[in-house]
């Protein structure tokens, strides 16, 4: 039986192009995540080492104080049980950049929107507002009974409670959005620190409240968060710098990156040294320049980015939200010429001074809500308009999602459900219809006790006697 002939096995060789990760790639894709303040202290490290390298380090910012030593300046009666009504959720973004979200919703172009924007810098962990905040808006013109209508205003952004002056109007913040303040809880609210040193009878003493009246009432608070800042996540204490400032121009906006929160680096010339030397001297200077060509790579990409965002979104900066269009970071990518990941390391946290106020660069981008014929909408101008709807709505009536929809087909041409619109609100923390609606107080008659009136025959034993 003839044998078959096995096939032949032989080896080609083959040449394959890969990208590896050197130490100087790595250093600069990590420096493009980070805001500019983050970078500093990595430099301060490397040029400790380094003696090529020559930093001029920007201005030192001030620590902030925590959300527990803002709550006990405040005297928060940390005795009291408020553990139920605290959330432990951390959504994943920070107070202040939700806040400052929020604001450019709220607010149109105008000194109120600048000036709200600066109060964001006094706004503690806890949610509550320091005591330079008025100082900080009297610097802008606002004063007297225009800084408690501008705080009016702030203080509707959810979680109700946010942007208080102390406990009391944090809380009563929050009893009002569930339609529970009334005389007795806001004399309740005005003793509540005896609770602690007092027990009950001494608050009701002082209140002048029944006791049984004030375990109904104190069973409410205890529903209250008195940090409603802090369900949100960790800032790092320098948010409220811009990495980016834009600029209005006759011709359209110019970008540049904010020096004052960013180190400059210049390579220092060659050092005589010892021939021993030499090499480890050569690879702290490439070192050094492989660091300072980073640094450039990334200012250089950040101002491109922003560039071609402020170009795109330009009717945004002008008119607001409403007015943006869909942009991904993707489609900037290839605007760029670099890939989509470098994109949203560059995007990841930066914030952007503009003429609107200090913004997230992310919120230049926005996918797009295709309607039916075909023209796209940016899912942001879109979400503006059911804010812009919720905030004007009558808060004895508030708009369903079924009536905010029809609303949103009017305006944009977008054919939303309920259901959507109910994601929408849930991304920025708004109730619905039911849990808006502010009950009006009734106001109970006080019950006249009938006179008693003597017979006459009582009368005439009194007088006799």
């Not at 949100?232 to 811009?242: K, L, N, Q, V, Y």
């Not at 619905?432 to 006790?449: D, E, G, L, T, V």
């Amino acid at each position: 039986m003839a044998l078959s002939k096995r096939p032949r096995q032989t080896l080609y060789p083959k040449t394959r192009l890969r990208l590896s990760l050197t130490p100087a790639i790595r250093q600069s894709l990590q420096m493009m995540s980070w805001r500019n303040h983050q970078i500093t202290p990595f430099i301060r490290d490397i040029a400790a080492d380094n003696p090529f390298l020559d930093i001029r380090y920007p201005a030192a910012s001030e620590p902030r104080q925590t959300a527990n030593q803002m709550a006990n300046q405040a005297d928060i009666p940390t005795d009291f049980p408020f553990s139920s009504a605290m959330a432990t959720d951390r959504p994943d973004i920070s107070l202040h950049a939700h806040v400052m979200a929020e604001i450019g919703l709220l607010f149109p172009l105008g000194l109120s929107r600048s000036v709200a924007m600066a109060l964001v810098a006094h706004i503690t962990p806890a949610g509550w507002l320091d005591d330079d905040a008025r100082h900080t808006a009297a610097r802008y013109g606002i004063s007297g009974d225009a800084y408690p209508a501008l705080l009016e205003k702030l203080q509707r952004i959810e979680p109700a409670g946010l942007f208080a002056r102390n406990l009391t109007e944090c809380l009563s913040l929050q009893l009002k959005d569930r339609g529970a303040y009334d005389r007795d809880m806001q004399q309740l609210l005005s003793y509540l620190p005896v609770l602690v040193d007092e027990g009950i009878d001494g608050l009701a003493h002082k209140t002048g409240l029944n006791p049984d009246l004030l375990e109904q009432l104190l069973k409410q608070i205890r529903q209250l968060d008195p940090k409603p800042g802090a369900r949100f996540s960790i800032d790092d204490g320098d948010i409220f710098h811009p990495d980016l400032i834009i600029t209005k121009t006759d011709d359209g906006y110019d970008v540049a990156v904010n020096a004052s929160t960013l180190p400059s680096i210049t390579v220092a010339a060659d050092i005589t040294a010892d021939k021993a030397l030499k090499p480890i001297l050569q690879k702290a200077k490439a070192e050094a320049a492989a660091l300072q060509a980073a640094l450039t790579a990334r200012t250089n990409l950040l101002t491109a980015l922003t560039g071609f965002a402020a170009t795109r979104q330009s009717q945004f900066l002008a008119s607001g939200d409403d007015k943006l269009v869909p942009l991904t970071m993707a489609e900037s990518a290839q605007h760029l010429n670099c890939h989509p990941s470098t994109i949203t390391r560059l995007v990841k946290d930066k914030l952007v001074a503009t003429p609107r106020g200090i913004i997230p660069l992310s919120h230049f981008f926005s996918p797009a809500i295709t309607r039916a014929d075909g023209i796209a909408v940016a899912s942001r101008a879109v979400t503006a308009t059911i804010i812009g709807l919720i905030m004007a709505e009558d808060k004895l009536a508030p708009l369903s999602d079924a009536n905010i929809a029809d609303a949103i087909t009017a305006r944009h041409g977008v054919t939303l459900t309920p259901r959507a619109i109910a994601k929408h609100r849930a991304k920025h923390h708004i109730a619905k219809a039911p849990n808006r609606k502010i009950k009006p107080q009734k106001i109970k008659p006080k019950k006249i006790k009938p006179r008693k009136v003597m017979s006459k025959r009582v009368q005439s034993k009194n007088i006799m006697h």
